[in-house]
């Protein structure tokens, strides 16, 4: 599987953007979806996951409420809904394929080359 992100960008505190992850080949919908981040000097944290089907999801704690995630299977793709942003939520946004509804990165197979975000104050 080969994962792309896109949607990033330089955005206003308050203001809101929509990543999404596209995934290639017909197995999206066999794979549990993550989105983790990682701010400069910082170690990579678990953001959300979704599970196939979508009917599960799971967020760290201290950003459910401001972050969506989503999937269309139908498109082989992810979405990561920010709103209320930030400037700590500045960071290279990864989206990763795995097995279950897990926070470890280790949980997740397959990564995307990550889309920067950058939150202004």
């Known amino acids: 599987v080969q994962l792309q992100a896109s949607g990033g960008g330089l955005v206003e505190a308050g203001g809101s953007l929509r990543l999404s992850c596209t995934a290639s080949g017909r197995t999206f919908s066999r794979y549990v979806m993550g989105w983790f981040r990682q701010a400069p000097g910082k170690e990579r944290e678990f953001v959300s996951a979704i599970s196939l089907s979508g009917t599960t999801t799971a967020y760290v704690d201290s950003l459910e409420g401001r972050f969506t995630i989503s999937r269309d299977n139908a498109k082989n793709t992810v979405y990561l809904q920010m709103n209320s942003l930030e400037p700590e939520d500045t960071a290279i946004y990864y989206c990763?394929?795995?097995?279950?509804?897990?926070?470890?990165?280790?949980?997740?197979?397959?990564w995307g080359q990550g889309t920067l975000v950058t939150v202004s104050s």
């Open positions: 990763a394929a795995g097995r279950l509804v897990l926070p470890m990165p280790s949980n997740y197979d397959y």
